[in-house]
């Protein structure tokens, strides 16, 4: 079965640093572009970034960009979200998404507290 799992979230402080990694399995993982999706408590879900399968393009959020960096290897089957310079409105539950099928798949998330 297709398996997407988030790891690497936290409390951290603002101004901090944290890296989310997603861990793929039961797919070609680099023929697909791949997605990460946060959602702040009591807000709606939204596209943070995205990666092509190969790696070499990559897409960004306003609301991230200069400050979050998404990668992959995919030798690793893995995808990654590098997050710098975090702000209190940062936090949310993190998602990593392939970009497969209908609606994509998805994985169960990991939460990322920024708070003093």
């Known amino acids: 079965q297709v398996q997407l799992v988030e790891s690497g979230g936290g409390l951290v402080q603002p101004g901090g640093s944290l890296t989310l990694s997603c861990a793929a399995s039961?797919?070609?993982?680099?023929?697909?572009?791949s997605r990460w999706y946060r959602q702040p408590p009591g807000k709606e879900r939204e596209l943070v970034a995205t990666?092509?399968?190969?790696?070499?393009?990559?897409v960004y959020a306003d609301s991230v960009k200069g400050r979050f960096i998404i990668s992959r290897d995919n030798a690793k089957n893995t995808v990654y979200l590098q997050m710098n310079s975090l702000k209190p409105e940062d936090t949310a539950v993190y998602y990593c998404?392939?970009?497969?099928?209908?609606?994509?798949?998805w994985g169960q998330g990991t939460r990322v507290t920024v708070s003093a």
């Open positions: 039961g797919f070609t993982f680099r023929l697909y572009a």
């Open positions: 998404m392939a970009v497969i099928g209908l609606n994509g798949s």
């Open positions: 990666i092509s399968s190969a790696g070499s393009s990559t």
